[in-house]
Structure formats: structure tokens, C-alpha cells
């Protein structure tokens, strides 16, 4: 390290100051997959399962991580699928309103006593929604 940090300083003029992103990247799929070959460069990619099998990868290797056009399009799905959800949820939502409505307008319906001016307008109210 401190041997590529000097030719840094020799060929630049300057320190190299983003060593702690080195650090935090180094091992970073998206890094690894690129590599020089030595070569003479006929070979400048290596395929990223190559790489984690030298660098001695523990079990399987991963895959590549999705991009941004695939993130996007999972979130659509996503979306699309909570749109679904939100919809039966609503049907639900709307079949419990109806039966607390019929309830009320049956109790309405049973109560042997006067009606009140309010009760009256609100028993009303719910026969005609109901027909």
C-alpha cells in the first residue's frame, strides 16, 4: 500500500487523500469485476465469478447486484402489486361500512319506542341508500 501510494505521490505531485473510500470500495463487487489483466491488457475484464473465486470467496459467489433500470422496474411491480392489495382492501373496507349500516338501520327498524326527529331522518336516509 504504502508502495502504491508513493508512485501515486511521484506521478501526480499530490497525496492521495480518498484512501478511506478505497478501503470502504475495495472489495465491492461492482470494483472487482473490472481487472486489469497483466498481460498486456488483451484480456481487461474478467468475468466477476472468476473474481471471487480468487480472491477466495466464501461458499457460492454472488451475482451482480441489479442496476438502476432493474431497481426501477421491481419497484413498478411492487407498486402495481400494492395497488392490488389497496384495492381489496378498500372492497373490504366498503362491505364492512354497508354491514354497519344495515345494523343500525335494522335497530332502527326494531325499536318499538317513538323515533326521534333525528332517528326518523336518519332511518330515511338509510332506506333510500339501501334501495
Not at 40 to 62: N, S
Not at 80 to 103: A, I, N
Request: aromatic share 6%; charged share 40%.
Amino acid at each position: 500500500m504504502k508502495a502504491a501510494l508513493d508512485i501515486f505521490f511521484n506521478n501526480n505531485g499530490y497525496k492521495f487523500t480518498l484512501d478511506h473510500y478505497w478501503r470502504e470500495l475495495r472489495h465491492d463487487q461492482k470494483w472487482c469485476a473490472t481487472h486489469m489483466a497483466k498481460d498486456g491488457g488483451k484480456e481487461k475484464r474478467k468475468l466477476a465469478l472468476e473474481v471471487d473465486r480468487e480472491e477466495g470467496g466464501e461458499g457460492e459467489p454472488k451475482g451482480r447486484p441489479p442496476g438502476v433500470k432493474a431497481a426501477k422496474a421491481g419497484c413498478k411491480k411492487k407498486k402495481s402489486v400494492r395497488e392490488e392489495e389497496l384495492t381489496k382492501l378498500q372492497g373490504v373496507l366498503e362491505m364492512k361500512e354497508k354491514l354497519s349500516r344495515h345494523k343500525l338501520l335494522d335497530r332502527l327498524l326494531a325499536k318499538t319506542e317513538p323515533l326521534s326527529d333525528m332517528e326518523t331522518s336518519l332511518k330515511l336516509k338509510l332506506m333510500s341508500e339501501m334501495l
